[in-house]
């Protein structure tokens, strides 16, 4: 009886030749080969004829060795001989210790003595080395064969080179490290995800942006950017088969450092299946992967978006010019239209008056129609307001530029500013320009505000969120604050009521409230607030371009 276990497939094949060896042993064959296989096999076995048996066990394609208790070598088959270089009667008598090459760890050989001393099979590697000196890598099994008495008689040993198999498996792991090291050093952030989402693998990149979300998984921030952003799920889409390529999201990481900028471009990736069923390569399709690449661009964006700010600054200049022009030329029209008027009363009733027309009169009529003349090249010189068209718009980036512009102002007057920015907002629909002018216009209003306040602690706080369907937008100043009484006619034409009235028309909140609604949104004051003054501004992303 052997403690071998039927699940180790070499050996149970042994077992199995030497069993069919054991029915009709071959003439010479040594007593204790014979003594230990039939305790090994427990005298099983059809007499068969005895050169099948002899050579199916001196054949057996894995090497074979039969010791005593001590491990002194008895038997060895042809496969031992030509993988150790050793012919039987050079190792008959020696111990199996003559192949270890002393680079197999102590501990190694003490767990494999420890068990098999304890009666139970032994299965490891080892590095043994041949007549030759070289050394190979041995996958090794020893099984103890117990005598009737339940004494260990003997001990069977079965090993093979592995080290080809060792070496591809180094190969390999030399190859996930080259991997690991170049994903790592690549500037890119990579993730490899499976069907539900799960992240396999990430790189450098990826964590660090881990940290720099603390904690937020990043995927999870990416793809709702790319919703809210782009229109479409990133990973709905690479699982159906549509891959994407540079699609530019912004996120925000930290209220100061501003929006990280990511070119994104996602694939499906399939592993060849690795399963029995395909070990003959008939290319099943395994395991499909969702592999998204995200690279920053926020350098570049942050240049180009420098270039559009200048471009804005002298283009914001150019319509206070010609704002200021319109409203110049418009009181002049006023204040030119009342006397032209008189006059053209005043030759009316002369004209009445007498049949023939008189000198004043014919004198009046010209003024009139000079001054007309006049009128109509001023009202006719009047710049024309560009109408413009709808986009798509992100209002972070909008109140972020707003910022940019009032820097100098807010510094002048000391105000902290305290930015929270949602992650990723929806784009809306809408009108640039005018929601720029307006959030200026609010910022202005808090900048304002504050220098009416003797407060040391100045404070601007701006913050973004999502609200359904569209964006909610706060700015809270800690300045003077709004009178309970005045906060719904705040939104009222002319209604001034800063303390320094000077330059200012009172139009300002009220043509505010006309773009939020123009936007499909509102604003309010916000009626709680002890100290200071914070406005809600709601935009609709849907809001119709008209
Ligand atoms: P050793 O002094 O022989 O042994 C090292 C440690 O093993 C000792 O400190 C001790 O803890 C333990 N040990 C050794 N002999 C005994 C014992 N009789 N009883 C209890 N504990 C003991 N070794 C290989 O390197 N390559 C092989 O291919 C190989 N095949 C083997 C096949 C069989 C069937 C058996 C039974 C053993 C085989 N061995 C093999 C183990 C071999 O016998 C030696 O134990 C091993 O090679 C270490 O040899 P060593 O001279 O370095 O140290």
Redesign the pocket.
Known sequence: MTTISSQDVPLAAGIEALAEFLAAPPDGTPAEVMELLSLMTGGLGEPLPPRIYFEAVKQAPVAI?I?DA??NILYVNDAFESLTGYRADEVIGR???I??S?S?P?SI??H??RT??GKRPWSGT?V?RSRDGSEYI?A?T?APVIDQTGEIAY???M?RDITREHEAEAQLRKQKTRIKVVLNAAPVLVVLLDESGRVILDNQEYKKLLGDLRGREPIEVLRQAIVEQAGFDPLESIRAGHGFKDVEVSIEISRTGGPRWFSCSGTLTSEADATPRNYFGRNILGERHLLLLANDITARRREVERAHLENLRARLAEQQMSHGMREALGAAIYQLQGPLNVIQAAVGMLKRGSAEPTTLASMLAQISATGQQALETLKGSIPVEVKEPGAMVNVNELLRQVLELETDRLLAAGIVVDWHPAHSLPQINGHKTQLRSMFKHLVDNAILALNETSNTHRELRLATRTLDGGVEVEIQDNGVGIDPSSRIKVFEPFFIGWRNRRGRSGMGLALSQEIVNQHGGSIQIDSDLREGTRVYLSLNAAAADE
């Open positions: 060795s010791t001590k491990a111990n199996e210790s192949l270890s002393k197999t102590d050989y003490q494999l003595w098999i001393t080892l043994n041995a090794l020893i001990f069977l040993g090993h």
